[in-house]
């Protein structure tokens, strides 16, 4: 594994644990966020191609009341 997947796979893992915290579902994550399903759902599971930009990743953090290094860095 690389390091962006390993860091795409633990920004997923954050952001999983964070709405759900919210009780949000993931299509409320997506909605909320302006990004389809199928996109939370690769974000969530750390199969983005490449990087999530960080508009997204802001956006999240800010849906989910959560700084963005919470959702970025190992907690």
Do not use: F, W
């Amino acid at each position: 594994m690389t390091n962006d997947e390993l860091d795409n796979r633990l920004i997923g893992i954050n952001i999983a644990y964070y709405r759900k915290l919210k009780k949000y579902t993931q299509m409320q994550l997506a909605q909320k966020t302006n990004i389809s399903l199928s996109y939370m759902a690769k974000i969530e599971s750390g199969l983005v191609t490449g990087c999530v930009s960080l508009p997204v990743l802001y956006k999240i953090s800010k849906i989910l009341e959560v700084s963005l290094d919470k959702l970025v860095n190992k907690n």
